[in-house]
Structure formats: C-alpha cells, structure tokens
C-alpha cells in the first residue's frame, strides 16, 4: 500500500487541503476560503474569513518541532510585531493569531495517513510580493538592516534569556533549539546509522563537518546568543511599496548573529550584493567579529544543514535534488577553508 508521501504532490495537496478545511471547521471558521500557497518543507494555505480578515496557515509537515518549540516561536513573533508593527519602523513581522475555539496559538490535529499529530500556526497575512531570488540592491540593503532591527530587539528581550531558555511558572526550561549544536537540535542524517553517505564520501565530509563546526563552537565562547530567524531569504521576505516584512519563524532557535548574517549572505552570489546587506545591518549595529575561516565554516555549515534536510525529507521534488546537491557539496568540502570569498567587513 502506497503512503501519503507516495502519491503525487497534487493528491498531497488536495488531501492536505481538506484536512485544512476541518481544522477550521473545528475551530470556529464557519465560512471562509481557502488556497494552497506553499508546499514544500511546510503546507501552508492563504485563508480568507467571512469577516474579509486574511490569515496564513502553517501545517508542519516536515518540521521536526516540538509544540514548545512552535510556542516559543510564536511568543517571540507575538513580541516581535508587538514592537514593529505599531511603531514607524520600515520593518514588520508575520504576527501570530489565536485560534478561535480555543484561543490557542498552537494545535494539533492527527492526520491519519501521515500517522502523526501536525502542528499548526495561524498568522496575520501580510501583504507584498516575495523578494524571492533575485532582489533588488535596494531590498538587500532592507534584508541587512531588517536583521539588525530583530537583533537589537531580542537582545532585549524580556522572554528569553541568552541561554534560550523561558521562565513559565517558576520553570525554566529550554524551549528553542539551541543552534550551538552541530545540526541545530535535528537528526542527523550524514553520518549517523540513518546515513545515505557512501563510505567514501562520508570519509571525505565528516572531518570537514567536525572541522567547521569546531571553528563556530569557537564564536559561542566570544558572541553572545540570543534568538535569532536562522532562515532570512529571500523567500522569507516580503515587499510592499518600500516596506518589507519578515516571514516564516519555523527555524528560529538560540544562536549568534553571526550565524544569523550568515544564513542571508549564503543565498547571494555577488560580492557587491553581500557589501549592500552589510551596510544595511551596519547601519542599525555593528557588525560582530569574525575571520575568513570562521565565515567560510559558517557558509558551508549552511550547505552541510539542507544537505541533512535533502537526505532525510519526504518532498519528492527536493529529494532529485539530491545527488547533484551531494557531489557539489562534496567539491566544496574538499576546497574548505577557501570554498566561499571572503565577505568584507564594513
């Protein structure tokens, strides 16, 4: 018997839609529409209510995420477009909304022919068209100086201490990924038992893997932590008329800013372009240390984390990417530390 990741991704979707449809239901949407809008490591659905109110839907499909994970997601964004979107700031955030039979931020709901719980989110839509690949210098510069904005913020953060932790009834207890940890607190699917790796090419990735990460544990013992996006592409940001918002928390964790800076630099491919994201950060803060080895590590350790994620997800689409993704990987790791150019320092 096939299983739902088996069928096409348009029987995926539709089944997915209806599944949609009855959390909804159950939870006080008496009249709406609703549209598939991603699918790729998520399922995410536009939905419009009676009232003409616009939310976006998130089911975590793929997203290894524990429930306080997503709380603690949502409490950040919560605080975030408290802060941002009342203010005069070019800047906002996706901001959470409650379900409404319960008032929840978080629920779940099983899904049968996945065999799990999903975790869902509701947020406020936002309006604007994706930068997606290819943004303007004027939306770079906004991407530098947008992430300088929520650095300021969560390093003031009254929820969260730099530990990642949350005090909640007298606890306290971790509840963001910690992304000190070599795979961010996912599994590991390179070189553990799960492995898909030849032994070759384990033999060739694993010392760099430990070598790069060796050099970011070294940035933990100099840089503060602090909540950080983890995921800010082009993708993930929005534009309207000059002013952009932020999208899509689902990887935020406790990391570094650097770490953070490095995320967005990965995804340009001019140098040019990585000058315009450091001026727009650098003209909100300043702009933390850090050497060639250590910038080199970060960008490939970026490679190496949607390298685990192509070896381990259920997205036909994603897994053809696969070898191709694995053999320049594997190039790029044999070239480490000289793999990426150097980003300059502003």
């Given at each position: 018997?096939?299983?739902?990741?088996?069928?096409?991704?348009?029987?995926?979707?539709?089944?997915?839609?209806?599944?949609?449809?009855?959390?909804?239901?159950?939870?006080?949407?008496?009249?709406?529409?609703?549209?598939?809008?991603?699918?790729?490591?998520?399922?995410?659905?536009?939905?419009?209510?009676?009232?003409?109110?616009?939310?976006?839907?998130?089911?975590?499909?793929?997203?290894?995420?524990?429930?306080?994970?997503?709380?603690?997601?949502?409490?950040?964004?919560?605080?975030?477009?408290?802060?941002?979107?009342?203010?005069?700031?070019?800047?906002?955030?996706?901001?959470?909304?409650?379900?409404?039979?319960?008032?929840?931020?978080?629920?779940?709901?099983?899904?049968?022919?996945?065999?799990?719980?999903?975790?869902?989110?509701?947020?406020?839509?936002?309006?604007?068209?994706?930068?997606?690949?290819?943004?303007?210098?004027?939306?770079?510069?906004?991407?530098?100086?947008?992430?300088?904005?929520?650095?300021?913020?969560?390093?003031?953060?009254?929820?969260?201490?730099?530990?990642?932790?949350?005090?909640?009834?007298?606890?306290?207890?971790?509840?963001?990924?910690?992304?000190?940890?070599?795979?961010?607190?996912?599994?590991?699917?390179?070189?553990?038992?799960?492995?898909?790796?030849?032994?070759?090419?384990?033999?060739?990735?694993?010392p760099v893997f430990t070598e790069m990460c060796?050099?970011?544990?070294?940035?933990?013992?100099?840089?503060?932590?602090?909540?950080?996006?983890?995921?800010?592409?082009?993708?993930?940001?929005?534009?309207?008329?000059?002013?952009m918002s932020i999208i899509d928390f689902d990887?935020?964790?406790?990391?570094?800013?650097?770490?953070?800076?490095?995320?967005?630099?990965?995804?340009?491919?001019?140098?040019?372009?990585?000058?315009?994201?450091?001026?727009?950060?650098?003209?909100?803060?300043?702009?933390?240390?850090?050497?060639?080895?250590?910038?080199?590590?970060?960008?490939l350790h970026r490679r190496f984390m949607l390298?685990?994620?192509?070896?381990?997800?259920?997205?036909?689409?994603?897994?053809?990417?696969?070898?191709?993704?694995?053999?320049?990987?594997?190039?790029?790791?044999?070239?480490?530390?000289?793999?990426?150019?150097?980003?300059?320092?502003?």
């Amino acid at each position: 018997m096939s299983t739902f990741f088996d069928r096409s991704a348009e029987d995926q979707i539709a089944d997915l839609t209806g599944f949609a449809r009855e959390l909804l239901s159950e939870n006080n949407f008496s009249h709406f529409s609703i549209e598939s809008v991603n699918y790729e490591f998520n399922a995410t659905f536009a939905v419009t209510a009676s009232n003409t109110e616009k939310f976006a839907l998130r089911i975590n499909i793929n997203s290894t995420r524990t429930v306080e994970n997503t709380q603690a997601e949502i409490a950040w964004a919560r605080e975030l477009s408290q802060k941002l979107n009342t203010s005069n700031s070019p800047f906002r955030v996706a901001e959470p909304a409650s379900f409404g039979a319960t008032g929840e931020f978080v629920v779940q709901k099983f899904h049968a022919g996945i065999g799990k719980n999903l975790t869902c989110v509701l947020y406020r839509w936002c309006e604007g068209e994706e930068v997606g690949d290819e943004p303007s210098d004027e939306q770079v510069q906004a991407m530098g100086a947008a992430m300088a904005t929520l650095h300021n913020l969560s390093l003031t953060s009254p929820s969260h201490d730099s530990n990642g932790s949350h005090d909640s009834n007298g606890s306290h207890e971790p509840i963001l990924p910690r992304l000190s940890d070599p795979f961010w607190e996912t599994e590991n699917f390179l070189f553990s038992s799960k492995s898909r790796l030849t032994s070759q090419e384990r033999s060739i990735l694993e010392p760099v893997f430990t070598e790069m990460c060796n050099e970011i544990a070294g940035l933990y013992t100099t840089h503060k932590s602090h909540i950080i996006h983890a995921d800010m592409h082009g993708w993930n940001l929005l534009w309207n008329d000059g002013e952009m918002s932020i999208i899509d928390f689902d990887d935020c964790g406790i990391g570094l800013a650097i770490q953070d800076i490095s995320v967005a630099l990965y995804y340009f491919d001019t140098p040019e372009q990585d000058a315009l994201f450091l001026k727009g950060y650098t003209s909100v803060r300043g702009l933390p240390d850090y050497s060639d080895t250590q910038m080199s590590a970060l960008l490939l350790h970026r490679r190496f984390m949607l390298l685990n994620y192509l070896c381990e997800t259920n997205n036909a689409e994603h897994q053809e990417m696969l070898p191709d993704y694995l053999a320049a990987t594997i190039e790029r790791a044999q070239n480490y530390p000289d793999t990426y150019r150097p980003i300059s320092r502003i």
